[in-house]
């Protein structure tokens, strides 16, 4: 959830670069904290997947959620550029803030009607 949540803000960061404008320093730091909370947040994606399957079917089961989760990507990725020209750049981002939050909640709603069954590798 924190990484999800870390996610969504790192979308405000290329807002504010948006309005600022041309500036390398700013959007050098920027690209860092999107990269940083989107590699975390995948992380923590990819590990809530994992504690889904079924240790019998892990590999069908892990490959066919990851695909599944592909589909907003290839599905709403040609409708941003669309939405960019439309919007601009400062509200595209402010809107994939605000549009994060539903996903959230579903990820909230789930907490308790989800079992985690990892284990650690015993070495």
Not at 6 to 35: D, R, W, Y
Not at 49 to 68: D, F, H
Not at 82 to 87: F, K, P
């Amino acid at each position: 959830m924190f990484f999800g949540i870390a996610q969504a803000f790192s979308n405000l960061t290329f807002m504010a670069l948006a309005m600022v404008g041309k500036n390398f320093s700013f959007m050098v730091g920027a690209i860092f904290i999107e990269n940083f909370c989107s590699g975390m947040g995948t992380a923590a994606f990819m590990a809530f997947l994992m504690s889904l399957c079924n240790k019998r079917y892990t590999a069908t089961q892990y490959a066919s959620l990851s695909a599944l989760s592909s589909i907003g990507r290839v599905c709403l990725g040609p409708i941003a550029g669309v939405m960019v020209i439309q919007w601009g750049w400062v509200n595209f981002y402010a809107w994939s803030f605000i549009l994060s939050f539903p996903g959230l909640l579903l990820l909230a709603m789930l907490h308790g009607k989800v079992s985690f069954n990892v284990k650690i590798a015993e070495c």
